[in-house]
């Protein structure tokens, strides 16, 4: 994908202007395998419809990646038989666990330790060769922090290198973490191998406090969101873009005017040539 792509959230909700969408609303989309394998009928054929006209990437909800519960191989088989019919050039997942005997339906922070970056990126590499692929992992949100023997960009920095996997650069993320743990998002910025991104999430958020803020993917991208992401822009080089909108999903003109607004800020920084991501 151009690396100044901009995507939007496959949702149900939304399946019926995304298909009738004329060409420049947005570059790609995005689907949570999980609420969509196996399904048929119209919503199955919407979907094929869909990834046969527009590049489709795939952001995993469940394979908790911290957890020490072992893989469910016959869904991991299901998983690579997706990506591989919907040609998928990307798959990510968050960098976290969600499950501990049964699923707990929340993601999760994982104790930032050394013992912990060993043990997920071991549980990584298996889900890279179960997949035949490489996979991007997300620095999720999180509000009660477990043990931290280092801070989280050492946390994510190490699970990227020995995993020898990519990252999903959620710049929302970034941001609440940053007002909500108190440190700097620039400099978490440029702590961060810039190789190693894949894409970029940018949401938008609930302003619970000044210093408290909530990851709600339920309004539109605040302003220092999107100052952040030109941040990260300049920083990085622009990376394809995944606009995320999960509840109180506006009219569809309403998003498509907000993935102006990010189409605006990768140009500012799309060079002469060489526009296109690595593959």
Not at 101 to 121: R, W
Request: aromatic share 8%.
């Amino acid at each position: 994908m151009p690396t100044t792509a901009v995507g939007l959230g496959l949702r149900r909700a939304l399946l019926g202007p995304l298909q009738a969408a004329p060409a420049g609303d947005f570059d790609f989309l995005e689907c949570a395998p999980d609420n969509w394998i196996g399904v048929g009928g119209r919503f199955g054929a919407a979907l094929r419809e869909l990834s046969a006209r527009h590049p489709l990437v795939c952001h995993g909800l469940s394979l908790s990646l911290g957890s020490t519960d072992p893989f469910d191989d016959t869904y991991l088989r299901k998983l690579r038989r997706f990506l591989d019919e919907h040609r998928v050039p990307v798959f990510s997942e968050h960098l976290s666990y969600c499950s501990d005997d049964g699923q707990l339906y929340d993601l999760l922070p994982i104790p930032f330790t050394e013992e912990a970056v060993n043990h997920v990126a071991g549980r990584i590499r298996q889900v890279q060769d179960a997949l035949g692929r490489r996979i991007a992992v997300e620095n999720i949100s999180y509000y009660a922090a477990p043990y931290q023997a280092m801070p989280e960009l050492d946390f994510i920095i190490g699970v990227l290198a020995e995993a020898d996997c990519e990252l999903l650069l959620d710049v929302n993320n970034v941001y609440v973490n940053a007002i909500n743990h108190r440190y700097d998002p620039q400099a978490f910025l440029d702590g961060l191998p810039g190789g190693r991104i894949a894409y970029f999430h940018i949401a938008g958020h609930y302003d619970e406090a000044d210093d408290l803020k909530v990851d709600t993917h339920g309004a539109a991208v605040k302003p220092d969101v999107f100052a952040l992401l030109d941040d990260a822009c300049r920083r990085f080089g622009p990376r394809p873009t995944l606009l995320e909108r999960d509840f109180n999903i506006p009219p569809y003109a309403e998003l498509v005017a907000e993935l102006a607004q990010v189409r605006d800020v990768l140009a500012g920084h799309a060079p002469a040539t060489g526009r296109h991501a690595r593959a």
